[in-house]
């Protein structure tokens, strides 16, 4: 049978009498009623699902005796983000390269989850005041990695992805505090070195990619060593097995450039980039 896509408004939602398949107890409202006493607040999802069915979703709070109407049967649970959980913010990493990178440029936090496939994928903070949300895509319009704020939702553990793999958290403790600001220069980083690290020459070319790159780095005044580390961090998670010896590019091009010397840079990696995408 098909499932019921009704869309459905939180003023239709009856109390409903618990039948045999109800869980009260479950893990479900176990985890549903954590979340509430630590101030967040949660929302029904369908199994299996990602996104809300009930209209009006954003102004929804559940009570604790009200659980159970809202979860009946093995819910999904979303939080709902940014100013009504006190500034929560989730960084959502959609690529695997997004992934590898994380732990190099976003802050540290003791709040991560993910799933078998796409472990620690969402690592969660505070930020005062509350972050926008925002999103970081390739040229194709594919998300790379997004900061999910006010007017949006997660789902969360122990809910059941798309896929049918089960979220869990990595680590459940407290939520980073971070300057909104600092995050979105964390995040935004991060998304240029995992596109970069996506269009990384399989073969040929490193060189004179690593040298553009160098040079539109030490141009927009990031320090040498600072630059060094970018690019051994899009070297190493491209697979170039060369990506120790990058950090000569970077040297070299300094020099050339501190001498008034001429060096390649944005519009060259551009282009460069452009012929691999």
């Known amino acids: 049978m098909a499932p019921n896509n009704r869309r459905l408004n939180v003023a239709e939602i009856k109390a409903e009498v618990p039948t045999p398949e109800c869980r009260p107890g479950s893990e479900t409202q176990e985890a549903v009623l954590n979340y509430i006493r630590s101030g967040l607040v949660p929302v029904p999802i369908p199994s299996g699902q990602k996104g809300p069915n009930l209209r009006g979703w954003p102004d929804l709070r559940i009570g604790e005796n ?5 979860f009946p049967n093995g ?14 913010v989730d960084v959502d990493l959609d690529s695997p390269e997004a992934v590898t990178l994380a732990s190099s440029f976003l802050p540290i936090t003791e709040r991560i989850h993910g799933r078998r496939s796409s472990r620690a994928s969402h690592r969660w903070y505070r930020t005062n005041p509350v972050a926008s949300p925002e999103k970081f895509s390739d040229p194709t319009g594919a998300c790379l ?9 997660t789902v969360v553990p122990p809910s059941t992805h798309p896929s049918g793999e089960i979220l869990r958290w990595e680590r459940e403790g407290i939520a980073n505090e971070v300057e909104p600001s600092q995050l979105r220069k964390n995040v935004s980083n991060l998304a240029a070195a995992t596109l970069i690290a996506r269009s990384w020459p399989s073969e040929g070319g490193r060189h004179e990619v690593a040298l553009a790159l160098a040079g539109w780095l030490i141009r927009s005044r990031w320090s040498v060593e600072d630059a060094r580390n970018f690019i051994y961090l899009v070297a190493k998670t491209a697979n170039d097995e ?23 840079g944005a519009s060259r990696l551009i282009e460069l980039m452009g012929k691999r995408s």
């Open 66 to 70: 009200a659980i159970a109407k809202y």
């Open 75 to 88: 819910e999904n649970i979303g939080l709902i983000l940014g100013a009504p959980s006190g500034g929560l």
């Open 145 to 153: 990695v997004e900061i999910r704020s006010t007017g949006q939702q």
């Open 242 to 264: 060369e990506w120790r010896s990058r950090g000569r590019d970077v040297e070299s091009t300094a020099k050339r450039l501190a001498a008034n010397g001429a060096a390649t």
